[in-house]
């Protein structure tokens, strides 16, 4: 049974899930079993499942179901499992939130419709109408550029009691984190998700993060967090000078042929990314390879 989410449980590091497939682009639960088991033995405080880097997008909702049901049975309730849902429209979002709660998730991660953007108060009835339908709490989800849940939008959302957290990407930056953590910061969680800038959101005071950095160098991430916390600003800041060049090298190829090939060759084996996000060019991959191979060892 889901436990009820709260924004207290909204904190750390929350690695989005990788969504593993077989050579024929189907589920490889094996595979997914293993990476969750691996980042929980690390440390990972939660699950998100269908996230961007869990290429969500590419997921039916009866895939979501799927790998949201194998992660509950994973973590055996231990850790929150929040379930993305990324869509285009409200209906969609609904049926894809019901299938992440029919499968036990504690609470969902809801991105702004991700093809045309609505209107605030399209917006407000967005995320109204699949709380008042589904029930889960909600974790807002910044990262579309030309739909941004803006500082004063995000405080209209607050006032939805199911609204317990957000996760400021690439909707945001820096300034209008600080301007929401100031805004609602006592209200719901405020996460940081900007993978080259983690350092100096978490100095800002985010509490945690749902980032694709997360799950490509997790105890890099754990490590990094767990320094803030201790005001251990030097340490935080040379571990983040690590990974700032992985965060980048990523960033210039496409997003989920990128994380899977970077994870890859640390050998946690997680195959390929669903077409058309197809595998890097050796050049790309080389340039991956050098920054990653720069943060072999975590820093402090």
Not at 14 to 29: G, I, K
Request: contains cysteine; glycine residues 10%; negative net charge.
């Amino acid at each position: 049974m889901a436990r009820t989410l709260t924004k207290e449980d909204i904190r750390g590091v929350f690695p989005p899930a990788l969504s593993t497939f077989d050579d024929n682009e189907d589920l490889d639960l094996d595979t997914f079993r293993r990476e969750l088991a691996y980042l929980r033995d690390l440390g990972a405080t939660g699950f998100v499942i269908g996230g961007s880097t869990g290429e969500g997008h590419a997921l039916t909702p009866a895939e979501l179901h799927t790998l949201c049901q194998v992660a509950i049975d994973e973590v055996r309730g231990e850790i929150p499992i929040v379930g993305g849902v990324i869509t285009t429209y409200t209906r969609d979002a609904i049926v894809r939130a019901q299938a992440a709660r029919d499968a036990g998730a504690d609470g969902i991660m809801l991105t702004p419709p991700i093809y045309q953007p609505p209107s605030d108060e399209g917006m407000v009835d967005y995320y109204d109408r699949v709380w008042r339908e589904v029930g889960l709490p909600i974790v807002i989800y910044n990262v579309v550029p030309r739909a941004p849940v803006t500082p004063e939008l995000t405080e209209r959302l607050a006032d939805i009691p199911g609204v317990i957290a957000t996760k400021e990407s690439i909707g945001g930056n820096l300034e209008t984190l600080g301007r929401i953590i100031e805004s609602v910061g006592d209200r719901i969680a405020v996460t940081w998700a900007q993978d080259p800038l983690m350092f100096p959101g978490y100095a800002m005071g985010a509490v945690g993060s749902i980032s694709g950095i997360n799950t490509i160098l997790p105890e890099h991430s754990i490590r990094m967090f767990d320094a803030i916390q201790r005001n251990d600003l030097a340490t935080a800041a040379a571990i983040h000078y690590q990974m700032t060049p992985v965060a980048r090298a990523i960033g210039l190829v496409n997003w989920p042929a990128g994380v899977k090939a970077a994870v890859n060759l640390q050998g946690r084996k997680v195959g390929l990314a669903r077409r058309p996000y197809v595998p890097l060019t050796p050049e790309q991959h080389s340039r991956l390879e050098q920054a990653l191979d720069a943060c072999r060892t975590v820093a402090g």
